[in-house]
């Protein structure tokens, strides 16, 4: 069958060119932008009487007709036809006969795809964006419940001092914080129209931008012809964003694997998110938290793919653009995906609070608090941290921590400890006084906690 695109050429291709041209399996997806595009065209062509009043409104009519039939399952798509404005125009025109025909006036597919993935990725942003909300306010509540765990906090994978455990969640709150401003920024530059712009350099009849950008929900149209059918600048930055987001949830997920090891049996995930082996019967596997590690690569890599396919593009559109779309759906795909999954693994989190205390007292933690309680006694910094490092290591020799370690024995180190000291070395007490703005009290987690949901409210 000819194309509808016939006329310089007779319009028959071999069926593997057909098959290997065709974006449709893909594109499909986007039949609603597709059609609701198509009616504000219909609209704005009969306004500016480009087409005749009568013509439009069956077009109109004709174009709520197919989606309605789309939505309810009484028409299907065909996936022998080339991409999905196509399919809407043939089925259309089919349905209205020659007034259908009237629709791409003033338009090309150039600018009508342009025009769909902006329109589809702004739906994706408002949805990854609530999922990003509700994953935040499950680790605020979280943070609230565990304010008074203390766990050891690491640099290096080594522990270092003691923190409250809602502080350690509530820093993976403050990363989603910020994508979700990451997320909202891509929307301001993707919230132009690119209708209008037709193949490449605009159009003869007298069309009004303005106002088919005014009934789609933009805030305003692409200024330059050229740049509208040609930019993807909309779809990288998203993929950035989104790999960013991803890069969040894995090492978040990191944690939760080494969290929920034996080794560490700091938390236990729920069964609804964990797998067993299929030989070892002891085995309980963070499968899920697994995944989303594993599936960073996959959003990193649809990120890679587009940048490499628009490298070397000349003005305006090229064919290799139809690849923008694989690797934007299959990210939005992947990071909805792994929201909808890890947002409920974390609620569901069993916390082993005994086991984290047990780790933090192990690791001498509060051994610059020991420090600092000579340096307030008018030792020298230098000299108390050469001290602090002797009980230190004199314990671990011993088998002792320093909370339990005899006033007595301490004096054989220095001869001004008190029984005060016990106080300034105790866990919580050490936690709590980080009192600095942001620091790790329970005073600071309390302000963070109200400053998060005061932002996602």
Request: proline content about 2%; hydrophobic content about 40%.
């Amino acid at each position: 069958m000819a194309k509808m695109w016939a006329g310089r050429t007779a319009g028959v291709t071999e069926q593997i060119a057909d098959d290997f041209n065709s974006s449709i399996r893909f594109d499909s997806r986007m039949y609603v932008e597709d059609i609701t595009g198509s009616i504000a065209h219909a609209a704005m062509l009969k306004k500016q009487n480009i087409i005749p009043a009568e013509a439009a409104d069956h077009i109109t009519e004709g174009l709520k007709q197919i989606l309605e039939d789309l939505e309810s399952g009484a028409l299907e798509i065909d996936e022998t036809c080339e991409d999905i404005h196509m399919f809407v125009e043939q089925v259309l025109t089919e349905r209205i006969g020659d007034e259908g025909k009237m629709l791409h006036t003033a338009r090309s597919r150039n600018d009508q795809v342009a025009l769909d993935i902006r329109m589809y990725l702004k739906k994706k942003e408002a949805e990854i964006e609530a999922l990003v909300k509700e994953l935040i306010l499950v680790l605020a509540d979280s943070a609230e419940k565990y304010t008074e765990v203390i766990v050891p906090g690491y640099t290096h994978l080594q522990r270092a001092q003691p923190i409250f455990f809602g502080h350690y969640l509530l820093a993976y709150a403050m990363m989603l914080k910020r994508d979700i401003g990451r997320l909202q920024d891509t929307v301001k530059r993707m919230d132009e129209s690119p209708i209008g712009a037709c193949a490449l350099a605009g159009t003869t009849y007298d069309t009004d931008r303005d106002y088919e950008a005014q009934l789609l929900g933009f805030s305003g149209v692409c200024a330059n012809s050229m740049d509208a059918v040609s930019d993807r600048d909309f779809s990288l930055e998203m993929l950035s964003t989104l790999s960013i987001l991803m890069m969040h949830l894995s090492r978040f997920s990191e944690e939760l694997i080494l969290w929920s090891s034996w080794e560490f049996r700091f938390v236990e995930l729920s069964d609804s998110f964990t797998t067993g082996s299929s030989i070892m019967p002891q085995k309980k596997n963070p499968d899920m938290a697994e995944l989303v590690r594993g599936k960073t690569g996959r959003v990193y890599g649809d990120l890679m793919t587009l940048l490499t396919v628009m490298k070397g593009i000349p003005l305006a559109y090229n064919k290799d653009m139809q690849e923008d779309k694989e690797p934007v759906f299959d990210a939005v795909d992947t990071v909805i995906m792994c929201l909808k999954v890890f947002t409920p693994m974390i609620a569901s989190m069993k916390v082993h609070d005994e086991k984290m205390m047990k780790a933090a007292q192990n690791g001498f933690i509060n051994a610059t608090d020991l420090a600092d309680y000579m340096v307030k006694k008018g030792l020298p910094f230098r000299s108390a941290y050469k001290i602090s490092g002797q009980i230190v290591a004199d314990c671990i020799a011993s088998g002792q921590i320093l909370e339990t370690l005899p006033l007595a024995e301490y004096k054989k180190y220095w001869d001004q400890f008190e029984e005060d000291l016990y106080d300034d070395i105790d866990l919580r007490n050490a936690a709590d006084r980080r009192t600095s703005k942001g620091g790790a009290s329970r005073a600071s987690i309390k302000e963070q906690i109200e400053m998060i949901r005061n932002t996602i409210k």
